[in-house]
């Protein structure tokens, strides 16, 4: 059983930082790609940010410059650091993890939810 833990959510001013950790937990063979989505209340869930166990990454054009994602693979963690934030940035942010999983005497890759981490940013 893979399990995906977030830490830091909270409410900060507009303009503000906050560093979300996710620390990924169980028996894995691998991880490849590890992430963050977010849900706005009656908006579906988006992409973040993602990165690749070998360091490429990935953001949504609307937190390029502001958001920054980075990982460290020998403690299967994940982090988001998020500068300058805006009230539009407020939402549940869901860690993500794509798990190579052994099964038997095979394996297969499995997508990985936390519970969400509330980021509000408000005056």
């Known amino acids: 059983q893979v399990q995906l833990v977030e830490s830091g959510g909270g409410l900060v001013q507009p303009g503000g930082s906050l560093r979300l950790s996710c620390a990924a937990s169980?028996?894995?063979?691998?991880?490849?790609?590890m992430g963050w989505y977010r849900q706005a209340p009656g908006k579906q869930r988006d992409l973040v940010a993602t990165?690749?166990?070998?360091?490429?990454?990935n953001l949504a054009d609307s937190v390029k410059g502001r958001f920054t994602i980075s990982r460290d693979n020998a403690k299967n963690m994940v982090d988001l650091q998020m500068n300058s934030l805006k009230p539009e940035d407020t939402a549940v942010y869901y860690c993500?993890?794509?798990?190579?999983?052994?099964?038997?005497?095979?394996?297969?890759?499995?997508?990985?939810w936390g519970q969400g981490t509330q980021v509000t940013v408000s005056s």
């Open positions: 169980g028996i894995m063979l691998s991880i490849n790609a």
């Open positions: 990165i690749t166990s070998g360091g490429n990454t």
């Open positions: 993500y993890a794509d798990v190579r999983v052994a099964y038997g005497t095979s394996a297969y890759n499995g997508q990985y």
